[in-house]
């Protein structure tokens, strides 16, 4: 084969793979159509409703109530985060209604969803007339640049058509702000902040100053790495000396080696640890500065020093052993959850609050770890405790009918059609020949006392069933609950019936 036959055979190939990239676009903007259809429908729907009660239109409350249920079932279906749901709700109809030119081009294949994305990012806000200039605009870009360079191009177009005061759009988006913990693998996670630009910045090129001060011909650790590190040490270390002195020493002739010795030599040091934070203090700074109620599991081995299996840290994932040990060592501070090194069965629970809530709630809590409906992640400590069958109506208070629930969910047991029932692990409800239709899972008359709620039966208004499993499998009997005693703040009120 001849270099001009190779070359000719590799363009057919990547024209296949635009091909196939523009056809997985045009897929989305059906999807993007289909997802708007099921919006209107149930905004129709829930209005035919209310004139059936004589009302001209669905109040506003009736409104909401379809809108949650509709995006936790597109939540559902999907297995999407509720806020990703929401989001596609929200972009469909932008795209379909309000962003002809760049829906047309989504349809042609000949941008991706991506750049569909950062079109309707840069229009929110705008007037009509502002947001189809930028629509025509943006899209014909979109077809030659890439999303990071539409989304530069897009800032500056936007800023030209926004009849706003820019003072005014940025306190409106500074309510806005937050801190965002996203779990990763290897045991790491990302720490996003969404800040006033003027803050970032200045966060940023602190670390960066704090990194650079350090570095030096002995310090191994990259720029990134020194950042990174400088604020774990920031945030963690009570009074923040430790990078603070990194910082701000000065050697004698401005050579950093003398500025990294001088900031290393004004922190302790603790034989026989790891050298982690920005100027050589232990890595006892991070896990000593670490105050939150959180569980850690331990298998018992791990525990003992017998066994390197990883322990589990509820929220998020596997920690290697070494670490499991030193959270369990600061008993103030966190659960410990000891497992059987075979069958994984709790065998005693550590609690350390002040007025600590019946072992019933603790117990709950390990269980369950977050809200119970399927793929939320609020943490269970942030959430209400749920009777799945209503105290008013029957239910019972004990592990079998109780569930976490975060408020969102709450209300949309309670105020929506949605149908709840809980069963054992493996259980699916009775008589059901397909996920879309049949009578929801109805648990026992009477319990085994070794099974729990671990399996939660959710059926969703249109007949779809979609189940949520419990984070841990806990044999009730063989679960043990012992109290620690230290001053804690007060926990809140129990829950009221009929919830």
Not at 328 to 341: D, E, N, V
Not at 441 to 449: F, L, Q
Request: aromatic share 4%; proline share 6%; glycine share 6%.
């Amino acid at each position: 084969m001849t270099v001009a036959q190779m070359n000719h055979r590799q363009g057919e190939l990547v024209d296949a793979v635009v091909a196939g990239f523009a056809e997985v676009a045009a897929a989305q903007a059906r999807c993007a159509r289909r997802v708007d259809d099921l919006r209107r429908w149930s905004q129709a729907a829930t209005d035919a409703v209310a004139r059936g009660r004589g009302e001209e239109a669905a109040s506003l409350t009736d409104q909401r109530s379809a809108e949650r249920w509709l995006v936790s079932e597109v939540a559902c279906a999907l297995q999407l985060p509720e806020g990703s749901a929401s989001a596609l709700v929200a972009d469909s109809q932008a795209l379909v209604h309000e962003h002809p030119a760049t829906m047309a081009a989504l349809s042609q294949g000949e941008v991706s969803y991506r750049h569909a994305e950062a079109v309707l990012g840069a229009t929110v806000g705008l007037d009509e007339t502002s947001r189809l200039e930028l629509d025509v605009l943006l899209s014909e870009r979109a077809r030659t640049t890439t999303v990071a360079a539409l989304k530069r191009v897009a800032r500056r177009e936007r800023e030209r058509r926004d009849s706003r005061p820019l003072v005014e759009r940025h306190q409106v988006a500074t309510v806005e702000r937050h801190v965002e913990l996203r779990p990763c693998q290897d045991g790491m996670a990302w720490l996003h902040q969404y800040l006033p630009a003027v803050q970032a910045t200045a966060i940023f090129n602190r670390l960066t100053d704090i990194a650079m001060a350090v570095q030096g011909p002995d310090e191994p650790r990259t720029l990134a790495q020194l950042r990174a590190d400088a604020s774990v040490d920031l945030l963690l270390d009570d009074d923040a000396r430790t990078a603070l002195t990194a910082a701000t020493v000065t050697g004698a002739d401005g050579n950093s080696e003398d500025r990294a010795v001088a900031a290393s030599e004004a922190a302790p040091h603790y034989a026989g640890e790891p050298t982690q934070s920005i100027a050589g203090v232990a890595d006892r700074v991070s896990l000593g500065g670490i105050k939150p109620q959180v569980a850690v599991t331990i298998p018992v081995m791990t525990l003992l020093g017998h066994s390197d299996e990883p322990g589990e840290l509820a929220g998020h994932g596997p920690i290697d052993a070494h670490t499991a040990r030193r959270l369990a060592a600061q008993a103030p501070s966190f659960l410990r959850i000891l497992t059987h090194p075979e069958t994984g069965t709790v065998l005693s629970v550590g609690r350390d609050r002040y007025a600590v809530p019946a072992d019933l709630k603790t117990w709950l809590r390990i269980r369950d770890e977050t809200c119970r409906f399927p793929g939320c992640s609020r943490r269970a400590q942030r959430c209400d405790i749920d009777h799945v069958k209503d105290w008013a109506h029957g239910g019972t208070t004990d592990h079998h009918n109780l569930i976490h629930l975060c408020r969102h969910h709450h209300r949309l047991k309670h105020t929506t059609a949605w149908t709840v029932s809980t069963g054992p692990p493996g259980s699916t409800p009775p008589d059901k020949p397909s996920s879309r239709q049949g009578a929801p899972y109805r648990a026992p008359a009477h319990h085994d006392s070794d099974l729990t709620a671990d399996v939660v039966h959710w059926t969703a208004p249109t007949g779809r069933t979609y189940l949520d499993h419990a984070a841990v499998q806990i044999a009730s009997r063989q679960a043990e609950v012992a109290a620690l005693s230290a001053p804690h703040p007060v926990p809140g009120p129990d829950d009221e019936p009929p919830f």
